[in-house]
Every structure is written in C-alpha cells, then in structure tokens.
C-alpha cells in the first residue's frame, strides 16, 4: 500500500487510469479526430472543479475554480489552433494540478477521492497520446522497413 493513500484514492486513481485507456481506445476505434477529441477533452476536464464548486454553494470557490478553468480552456484552445503538443501538456498539467489542488483552492464540494481519480485519468491521457504522437512520427519519418529482423530502406 502506499503511504498515506487511502484504499479509496489507491481505487479512484486506478478507474481514472482504466477508463482514459478505454476513453482513448474507444475514440481511436471510433476513428474520431484526434485535435478535436483531445482538446474537448482537456476542456472538459477543466470544467469538473466548477461543478463541484456550485455543489459546495462556494461563490469564492466558484470564481476561483472558474478562473483556473479559463486558463486551462484558453490554452486547449490555442494548443488546438498552434500545437497538438500544448493541449497533451495542457492535460498533463491539469493532472499536476489535481495532486495539488486541495492546498490551492478551498472547494469543499470537491469529494475526496476526485483529486485522484481526476489526476490519474489525466496523466494516463497525456502519456497514452504522447506515445501515440511518438509512434505516429516514427512511422512517418522512418525511411526503413523491417523485413524479419532486418530494416532496409524503402
């Protein structure tokens, strides 16, 4: 067990990395566009702190959850136009901001475990498409094909 992470928040984190694995794998199925999908997604998961913000009856935390949600969005936003890269960092970032959130902001809407789960789906997104962006350009820049265990160029 790790120190300090209850059996709830060890759980929460494992469902929020099970179900980016399934969220990404159903969209890749699905053959979605991978921009739109991804930045709706670093969107979206920007907006949950708000939610949980109104269902703590919080004004304070309801504009300060709102500002960070604004600049999570506007940077999606730019990633989508300008950088793929940028709106894979803006999801990564978000998934940092869950481990620190609770000494940030005071929402008590927030439940205890969402940091967690929330953190976890994020990060795994990031690095699931990273390595997708990776294996992509492998496959587009590599002059070379492997016939058996040897790579001749095309």
């Known amino acids: 067990m790790l120190p300090n992470v209850s059996p709830t928040a060890l759980t929460a984190g494992l469902v929020g990395i099970g179900l980016s694995v399934v969220t990404l794998a159903g969209a890749r199925a699905l053959k979605l566009d991978t921009r739109t999908l991804t930045t709706?997604?670093?969107?979206?998961v920007a907006t949950y702190?708000?939610?949980?913000?109104?269902?703590?009856?919080?004004g304070r935390a309801v504009i300060v959850e709102s500002a960070i949600a604004l600049v999570f969005i506007?940077?999606?936003a730019?990633?989508?136009r300008y950088s793929m890269a940028l709106v894979v960092a803006v999801l990564g970032a978000h998934g940092a901001l869950d481990a620190v959130h609770g000494s940030l902001v005071t929402d008590p809407g927030v439940p205890g475990w969402w940091p967690y789960f929330c953190g976890a789906f994020d990060v795994a997104a990031a690095l699931i498409l990273v390595a997708a962006g990776v294996a992509r350009r492998q496959q587009q820049v590599s002059p070379y094909v492997q016939v058996g265990s040897q790579f001749v160029q095309e």
Do not use: E, N, R
Not at 49 to 58: E, H, I, K, Q, R
């Open 49 to 58: 702190y708000v939610l949980f913000a109104v269902l703590g009856g919080s």
């Open 74 to 76: 506007a940077f999606a």
């Open 40 to 44: 709706m997604l670093a969107m979206l």
């Open 78 to 80: 730019l990633g989508s």
